[in-house]
């Protein structure tokens, strides 16, 4: 159990590990998620699902070191046990109706989308893609993305990959050009996620996001993890953490990512705040 | 008893009450009027054969001691500590009419310190399977009696330690977490199965277990959904709850940071809302992390509040003032979302609502705001919905609580029985272990029957 099957190095920062569980990958659907500890003294983190093999009894994530833990867990081989791997968490993701689907991927937020895109992909709805990164060394998935959506858009914001630009330029694009779009599923950094629903919203596309608030138990019980949403306050945890994006409360949860950056930034010497 | 002085404790975690000596204990014992019909059991949830227990340690037989405690609890070390004795047990102690009631809590616990357990029962190997769900006070309880009636018992944790509330909820400094961890290991020497980071409902369905042979199932998974008070300024950083507070401080050892890995962030000046055990834990825990002041946000009286008296004293002790008779009204933050305020209105008590307590009433135009960078919410918590809305027909009632019958624990779903907090709503560890028990001899029942 919660042994590393195999770790592929996707940039010099991001890891794609898949983990042997198999009680979690018989239950996994898109949009899950897991929480893990590497070590006695370690926090409890939560990560998106990346993908899941039922018949292989194994889990997938992707991960950046950017923090303490997620240094310590990209230091781990393939062979080694995480000595926590609890889930899958949350509820998995109601993915729009319709037969035209924009999934939107920004940064660590591609890893989330592919389960996302590959569900849809199995009930034969037509995916269009949109994969967007800082620069092209940190871009992943493409391949992968590219055999599962019928169109595939990839955007950089130094241009050294595909299109120079954001991920909203794209979609700006695909709804002047587009007839008709069903809904939008987009996860990736709370500011990108942000500026893409203040674009649908004017078009009143139905938008799917996924919030990775802070939490540590993942089962409801701290309230670390709330959110608005609305007019109501939810827990991240257990009612998300997919969310109408129309509603969601960014600017709430933009600051309250920013609640240990101070003790982060203490531990890992610099001030970068996980940016570097 | 003797206690840590309150300057120095203020600054570690160690335990504040440090425990009866030989001689206290043998002296306090022997105060004892070995009724011979003790009302003090009668204040016991598990019918503790207390005169007996108490009369060993007189004899100077603390071996003989423990076996009298041990034929009804298990966790003689934890309910030591945390009971509220003065409501149970030592209410009830006839010395008390007259003179300080006989010290019941302190002598189990100084029994279960000085005496080390010995596994003497054998292990269920061959009985039927049983799961409990949570390890805490309800779920341990239930195992343990389960155990002794020859069962083979699978507790699943959906946290990565085993204690529940425990663990995770209790400061170390009330209840050393080895302590726990003793108690729960002779358990499992005794032969129960422990498996952690399994979220019943999440990772395995209720129903999937009884599926797997499980031929009952005990649901003590608590009171894990934290209230707050729907009031503006509610989600402003330095805003917790008081579960996550403690989670970071106790499970996760952030008093330890950075040495262990989670963070806990505290500031100058605390307020912790609420007023019962829970609350009274945040405040000294804040206070231990480095804060100036801490106060407590009441909307009633000191009479009415909650906490055990022993924790409000030591409360006081250490520095945490009281604000009673005061409501929050909201909480403001500085430009970057910072907590910087929180807004109260004075209360007065008028005539007695449904709890019998005088209900608090806002007093007009008396508003006020007290400075603060951290608010602690310490107002009660809900049950945990994780496993009710993962299980079809379980009913509950209008409070999200499992609905079982009041004779057998047994819930809507045959075979399932449910007991603790996520019956009653959060009460005390010796309530819910109670319940445990009482679940473990209808399980018992229900399987001779089945």
């Given at each position: 159990?919660?042994?590393?099957?195999?770790?592929?190095?996707?940039?010099?920062?991001?890891?794609?590990?898949?983990?042997?569980?198999?009680?979690?990958?018989?239950?996994?659907?898109?949009?899950?998620?897991?929480?893990?500890?590497?070590?006695?003294?370690?926090?409890?983190?939560?990560?998106?699902?990346?993908?899941?093999?039922?018949?292989?009894?194994?889990?997938?994530?992707?991960?950046?070191?950017?923090?303490?833990?997620?240094?310590?867990?990209?230091?781990?081989?393939?062979?080694?046990?995480?000595?926590?791997?609890?889930?899958?968490?949350?509820?998995?993701?109601?993915?729009?109706?319709?037969?035209?689907?924009?999934?939107?991927?920004?940064?660590?937020?591609?890893?989330?989308?592919?389960?996302?895109?590959?569900?849809?992909?199995?009930?034969?709805?037509?995916?269009?893609?949109?994969?967007?990164?800082?620069?092209?060394?940190?871009?992943?998935?493409?391949?992968?993305?590219?055999?599962?959506?019928?169109?595939?858009?990839?955007?950089?914001?130094?241009?050294?990959?595909?299109?120079?630009?954001?991920?909203?330029?794209?979609?700006?694009?695909?709804?002047?050009?587009?007839?008709?779009?069903?809904g939008?599923?987009?996860?990736?950094?709370?500011?990108?996620?942000?500026?893409?629903?203040?674009?649908?919203?004017?078009?009143?596309?139905?938008?799917?996001?996924?919030?990775?608030?802070?939490?540590?138990?993942?089962?409801?019980?701290?309230?670390?993890?709330r959110?608005?949403?609305?007019?109501?306050?939810?827990?991240?945890?257990?009612?998300?953490?997919?969310?109408?994006?129309?509603?969601?409360?960014?600017?709430?949860?933009?600051?309250?990512?920013?609640?240990?950056?101070?003790?982060?930034?203490?531990?890992?010497?610099?001030?970068?705040?996980?940016e570097? | 008893?003797?206690?840590?002085?309150?300057?120095?404790?203020?600054?570690n975690?160690?335990?504040?009450?440090?425990?009866?000596?030989?001689?206290?204990?043998?002296?306090?014992?022997?105060?004892?009027?070995?009724?011979?019909?003790?009302?003090?059991?009668?204040?016991?949830?598990?019918?503790?054969?207390?005169?007996?227990?108490?009369?060993?340690?007189?004899?100077?037989?603390?071996?003989?001691?423990?076996?009298?405690?041990?034929?009804?609890?298990?966790?003689?070390?934890?309910?030591?500590?945390?009971?509220?004795?003065?409501?149970?047990?030592?209410?009830?102690?006839?010395?008390?009419?007259?003179?300080?009631?006989?010290?019941?809590?302190?002598?189990?616990?100084?029994?279960?310190?000085?005496?080390?357990?010995?596994?003497?029962?054998?292990?269920?190997?061959?009985?039927e399977?049983?799961?409990?769900v949570?390890?805490?006070?309800?779920?341990?309880?239930?195992?343990?009696?389960?155990?002794?009636?020859?069962?083979?018992?699978?507790?699943?944790?959906?946290?990565?330690?085993?204690?529940?509330?425990?663990?995770?909820?209790?400061?170390?400094?009330?209840?050393?977490?080895?302590?726990?961890?003793?108690?729960?290991?002779q358990?499992?020497?005794?032969?129960?199965?422990l498996?952690?980071?399994?979220?019943?409902g999440?990772?395995?369905?209720?129903?999937?277990?009884?599926?797997?042979?499980?031929?009952?199932?005990?649901?003590?998974?608590?009171?894990?959904?934290?209230?707050?008070?729907?009031?503006?300024?509610?989600?402003?950083?330095?805003?917790?709850?008081?579960?996550?507070?403690?989670?970071?401080?106790?499970?996760?050892?952030?008093?330890?940071?950075?040495?262990?890995?989670?963070?806990?962030?505290?500031?100058?000046?605390?307020?912790?809302?609420?007023?019962?055990?829970?609350?009274?834990?945040?405040?000294?825990?804040?206070?231990?992390?480095?804060a100036?002041?801490?106060?407590?946000?009441?909307?009633?009286?000191?009479?009415?509040?909650?906490?055990?008296?022993?924790?409000i004293?030591?409360?006081?002790?250490?520095?945490?003032?009281?604000?009673?008779?005061?409501?929050?009204?909201?909480?403001?933050?500085?430009?970057?979302?910072?907590?910087?305020k929180?807004?109260?209105i004075?209360?007065?008590?008028?005539?007695?609502?449904?709890?019998?307590r005088?209900?608090?009433?806002?007093?007009?135009?008396?508003?006020?705001?007290?400075?603060?960078?951290?608010?602690?919410?310490?107002?009660?918590?809900?049950?945990?919905?994780?496993?009710?809305?993962?299980?079809?027909?379980?009913?509950?009632?209008?409070?999200?609580?499992?609905?079982?019958?009041?004779?057998?624990?047994?819930?809507?779903?045959?075979?399932?029985?449910?007991?603790?907090?996520?019956?009653t709503?959060?009460?005390?560890?010796?309530?819910?272990?109670?319940?445990?028990?009482?679940?473990?001899?209808?399980?018992?029942?229900?399987?001779?029957?089945?």
């Amino acid at each position: 159990m919660n042994t590393i099957i195999s770790k592929d190095i996707l940039s010099p920062s991001i890891k794609r590990y898949v983990i042997k569980n198999s009680k979690i990958a018989a239950k996994a659907e898109a949009g899950q998620f897991i929480i893990l500890r590497v070590h006695e003294k370690g926090e409890r983190i939560p990560l998106t699902i990346a993908d899941y093999d039922r018949e292989k009894g194994t889990v997938a994530i992707v991960f950046q070191e950017v923090g303490n833990t997620t240094q310590k867990l990209g230091e781990m081989e393939v062979g080694d046990k995480i000595l926590d791997f609890v889930g899958p968490l949350g509820v998995p993701t109601t993915l729009p109706q319709g037969d035209n689907i924009v999934c939107i991927g920004g940064g660590m937020g591609i890893a989330p989308i592919y389960p996302e895109v590959k569900s849809l992909y199995n009930k034969g709805v037509k995916v269009t893609g949109v994969l967007g990164a800082r620069t092209k060394d940190i871009l992943f998935f493409s391949n992968e993305m590219d055999k599962i959506c019928d169109k595939l858009y990839i955007v950089t914001d130094d241009g050294s990959q595909g299109r120079k630009g954001f991920v909203t330029d794209v979609l700006r694009d695909i709804i002047k050009n587009d007839n008709k779009i069903d809904g939008v599923i987009a996860v990736g950094p709370l500011p990108m996620m942000k500026a893409v629903c203040d674009i649908t919203k004017v078009h009143n596309i139905p938008t799917i996001v996924s919030l990775n608030s802070l939490m540590v138990d993942g089962t409801g019980m701290c309230g670390g993890c709330r959110v608005t949403i609305g007019d109501e306050v939810k827990f991240a945890c257990i009612d998300g953490p997919s969310f109408d994006g129309l509603k969601v409360d960014f600017d709430e949860q933009m600051r309250r990512l920013k609640m240990y950056k101070e003790e982060e930034e203490k531990v890992l010497g610099c001030k970068c705040g996980g940016e570097c | 008893m003797p206690y840590q002085d309150p300057k120095k404790r203020i600054k570690n975690f160690d335990e504040v009450s440090l425990g009866y000596d030989k001689d206290l204990a043998i002296k306090e014992a022997k105060r004892c009027l070995q009724c011979k019909k003790p009302s003090c059991v009668k204040g016991c949830p598990v019918g503790i054969d207390i005169p007996s227990f108490i009369k060993e340690i007189s004899n100077d037989n603390y071996k003989g001691a423990l076996e009298k405690l041990k034929e009804k609890n298990l966790l003689p070390a934890i309910c030591g500590r945390v009971c509220p004795q003065e409501d149970q047990c030592e209410k009830l102690c006839i010395v008390g009419k007259k003179n300080e009631p006989i010290a019941i809590g302190r002598l189990e616990r100084f029994v279960a310190d000085n005496q080390k357990m010995t596994s003497k029962l054998k292990p269920g190997l061959e009985g039927e399977k049983v799961a409990v769900v949570g390890s805490g006070p309800a779920g341990l309880a239930c195992a343990s009696e389960l155990l002794q009636r020859g069962y083979r018992v699978t507790i699943f944790e959906a946290l990565h330690k085993p204690g529940g509330v425990l663990m995770y909820g209790i400061p170390e400094f009330r209840l050393p977490k080895d302590v726990v961890e003793q108690e729960i290991n002779q358990l499992v020497d005794m032969g129960v199965e422990l498996q952690t980071n399994m979220v019943i409902g999440q990772t395995i369905t209720l129903l999937e277990l009884l599926e797997k042979g499980y031929k009952a199932v005990f649901i003590g998974s608590g009171a894990g959904l934290p209230f707050f008070l729907n009031i503006p300024g509610e989600n402003l950083n330095g805003v917790y709850s008081a579960n996550e507070f403690l989670t970071r401080a106790n499970l996760m050892k952030a008093y330890l940071y950075p040495k262990w890995e989670t963070p806990l962030r505290v500031g100058k000046k605390v307020v912790v809302v609420g007023a019962g055990n829970v609350a009274m834990d945040s405040a000294r825990t804040a206070m231990r992390l480095g804060a100036k002041e801490v106060s407590i946000v009441y909307r009633r009286s000191e009479a009415e509040m909650p906490a055990r008296k022993e924790e409000i004293f030591h409360a006081k002790e250490e520095g945490i003032e009281m604000n009673l008779l005061t409501n929050p009204i909201s909480i403001e933050g500085d430009a970057e979302g910072w907590v910087n305020k929180i807004r109260c209105i004075n209360m007065e008590l008028g005539d007695p609502d449904e709890s019998g307590r005088r209900r608090p009433k806002p007093v007009k135009g008396s508003e006020f705001t007290i400075e603060v960078d951290t608010v602690i919410m310490a107002i009660g918590q809900g049950a945990n919905p994780v496993i009710p809305r993962s299980t079809k027909n379980l009913n509950l009632n209008d409070k999200g609580n499992i609905e079982v019958d009041s004779e057998t624990g047994q819930t809507s779903i045959e075979g399932v029985f449910a007991g603790g907090d996520v019956v009653t709503g959060a009460a005390t560890v010796i309530q819910a272990m109670g319940a445990g028990k009482q679940c473990a001899e209808s399980i018992d029942k229900y399987i001779k029957n089945n």
